[in-house]
């Protein structure tokens, strides 16, 4: 174990106060209460970084919270976060700007023929503010006595000699200047050493990521993700009213795919109820888009345009707005061991969107973050004389529960997609489990000289969309973006594809400063990593910055 001055220890620490995160907390205090817990979280708040949806399916939620807290249902909380019991679930198909074709009958139709899309009904399921929830989970896991830390970003793992145990994890450093020189109130991160460590950070984690590449942990096919922007928006009591609290929109189609003609993408658009005169409106696009000059706010923009979405939201005020990426890649993007198969190694497990258990054929991943939470938990359990067996045993679990039987039973959908586009894809796809795995690009690969044929007149608003994310960081820390390499951007990238961060980017980071691109407004960031993973060369780094900073979610 590494030398370190600040060094404590805890039995269990989780990285991540997620659904996935808590989920595991909480389970492993319900079963073990004299196990110490601690779950590191970058947010200030519980929830601040959580964004979704979301259609939430309810029962692991159900599972973990009938052992965890009895009569939990009559709570205001549990009343709060599931007020919004799914009634009416329209899928339409969007042609052009104004016409609106519901498909749910094509969907009910592939549920009696057991085909793949049958999986998008939502119906007797919950929409809710997944920050809200995750607050709620949060607190639920501080009362059994774990201990939750907001404002701690882990940046890294320490592996033992052999790389096989993790010692610990280590937190960001605080009180450098942008420099990077030590102020008067510099603080080392902390290295916090753990028997187990439960790795539940979302899409594209950072410490995850480090930890695929040290412990050598392989993806059959690479991850994929999408970008999903979403609004809050307040609309009129008549307009909710039309809308009714107990319904979920989602559209294929317009404005990011039209047949033949093309835009191409992969994705679609939502409109959720929330809380009262409260909908969600988001746009949530496949990043392997070709378009340089294309950012998911302009597709949103196009959505609350288009005559259907229109008549709800028109007049309304946006409250909240946000961005976030899914992992898309599925069954056979999970980072795995080549050796043993474990989704994860040793005392080390990888849950939720960090492994990737999103199902795309019902774009949800909430409900397996969750479930994958509870698995660990009882992996943990069952390994407690011997943590190096923990990232096994889990992975056994994993793979007889409903996790694995979903992931496989999507696994050939998002991919044969990126493989052969959405017109051929998507029907294709049906063919299920009798099409092969694809060898696929990584999204940022896709970027071509191309343009959007439906750019908006109205140039998106970046300013009041962070605003109302109400993202903020210590403006006198180093940068936690990096561009690798400034010439590829000028001789490169600028000449073909303009810049194309400075678009995508849907906090305004990236600017044009004395003809080189910089990342000149990291404070803006709202850590969807979204230029990690959409630069053309794959020139952009994202690190964690330090704790506390980001986005203020309360009701996304
Ligand atoms: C636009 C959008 C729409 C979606 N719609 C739906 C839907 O309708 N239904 C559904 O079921 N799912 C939906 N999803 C997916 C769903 O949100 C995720 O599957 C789910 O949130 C995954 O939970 P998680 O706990 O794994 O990760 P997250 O919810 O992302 O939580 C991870 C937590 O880890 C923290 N963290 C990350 N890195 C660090 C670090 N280094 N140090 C400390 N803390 C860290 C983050 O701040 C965050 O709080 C949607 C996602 C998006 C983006």
């Given at each position: 174990m590494p030398d370190n001055k600040n060094y404590s220890k805890v039995s269990v620490l989780?990285?991540?106060?997620?659904?996935?995160?808590?989920?595991?907390?909480?389970?492993?205090?319900?079963?073990?209460?004299?196990?110490?817990?601690?779950?590191?979280?970058?947010?200030?708040?519980?929830?601040?970084?959580?964004?979704?949806?979301?259609?939430l399916e309810a029962e692991p939620l159900h599972t973990l919270l009938n052992a965890a807290v009895p009569g939990w249902q009559d709570s205001d909380a549990a009343k709060d976060v599931l007020a919004n019991k799914i009634d009416s679930d329209d899928i339409m198909f969007f042609l052009g700007k104004k016409l609106a074709f519901n498909i749910f009958f094509a969907i009910k139709l592939s549920?009696?023929?057991?085909?793949?899309?049958?999986?998008?009904?939502?119906?007797?399921?919950?929409?809710?503010?997944i920050s809200k929830l995750t607050n709620w989970l949060g607190r639920i896991a501080k009362n059994l006595g774990v201990e939750v830390l907001t404002g701690f970003a882990a940046r890294d793992i320490i592996l033992d000699g052999a790389g096989a145990v993790a010692g610990g994890v280590k937190l960001v450093d605080r009180g450098l200047d942008k420099e990077g020189h030590k102020q008067p109130n510099y603080l080392e991160g902390e290295l916090i050493g753990a028997d187990f460590v439960v790795l539940a950070e979302g899409c594209d984690g950072l410490v995850t990521e480090k930890f695929v590449e040290k412990a050598n942990l392989r993806r059959q096919n690479p991850q994929l993700f999408s970008v999903g922007v979403k609004e809050l928006i307040k609309v009129s009591p008549q307009q909710y009213g039309q809308f009714t609290s107990g319904r979920v929109v989602h559209a294929m189609g317009y404005p990011i795919w039209t047949p033949v003609i093309g835009p191409g993408m992969f994705g679609g658009g939502i409109v959720y109820a929330?809380?009262?005169?409260?909908l969600s409106v988001g746009m949530i696009v496949g990043a392997d888009w070709k378009y340089c000059d294309f950012n998911?706010?302009?597709?949103?923009?196009?959505?609350?345009?288009?005559?259907?979405?229109?008549?709800?939201?028109?007049?309304?005020?946006?409250?909240e707005a946000g961005a976030k990426m899914i992992p898309e890649g599925g069954y056979h993007a999970i980072p795995r061991d080549p050796q043993t198969g474990s989704i994860g190694k040793g005392n080390v497990m990888i849950l939720g969107d960090s492994a990737g258990f999103v199902n795309m054929l019902k774009i949800k991943g909430l409900h397996n973050a969750i479930d994958s939470g509870m698995q660990a938990a009882k992996a943990i359990v069952r390994c407690l004389d011997h943590p190096e067996r923990a990232a096994g045993a889990y992975t056994e679990l994993i793979d007889r529960s409903n996790i694995a039987k979903e992931m496989k039973s999507a696994k050939n959908f998002r991919q044969t997609i990126a493989k052969l586009g959405p017109l051929w894809g998507m029907p294709l796809s049906a063919l299920g489990g009798l099409l092969p795995r694809f060898e696929i690009e990584r999204d940022y690969k896709a970027m071509t000289a191309a343009r959007y044929r439906l750019k908006p007149n109205q140039h998106f608003d970046k300013d009041t969309f962070t605003a109302v994310a109400a993202t903020e960081h210590r403006e006198e820390q180093p940068s936690h973006l990096t561009i690798l390499d400034s010439k590829t951007c000028k001789t490169r990238c600028t000449p073909v594809f303009n810049s194309p961060c400075i678009t995508f980017c849907p906090a305004g980071v990236y600017e044009t400063i004395h003809d080189e691109v910089k990342p000149a407004n990291p404070s803006n960031c709202l850590h969807c990593k979204t230029c990690q993973r959409k630069c053309p060369f794959d020139n952009i780094r994202w690190m964690v910055p330090e704790g506390g900073g980001g986005p203020r979610y309360k009701r996304m």
């Open positions: 989780v990285v991540g106060a997620g659904p996935a995160g808590l989920a595991a907390a909480i389970q492993l205090k319900t079963t073990k209460p004299d196990v110490d817990v601690c779950v590191v979280e970058k947010s200030a708040d519980l929830g601040n970084h959580n964004l979704s949806g979301a259609v549920k009696k023929l057991g085909l793949g899309f049958g999986q998008m009904i939502h119906k007797g399921d919950y929409s809710v503010s929330g809380a009262q005169d409260l998911v706010q302009d597709a949103l923009t196009n959505l609350k345009n288009h005559r259907f979405v229109k008549q709800f939201i028109e007049g309304g005020t946006v409250v």
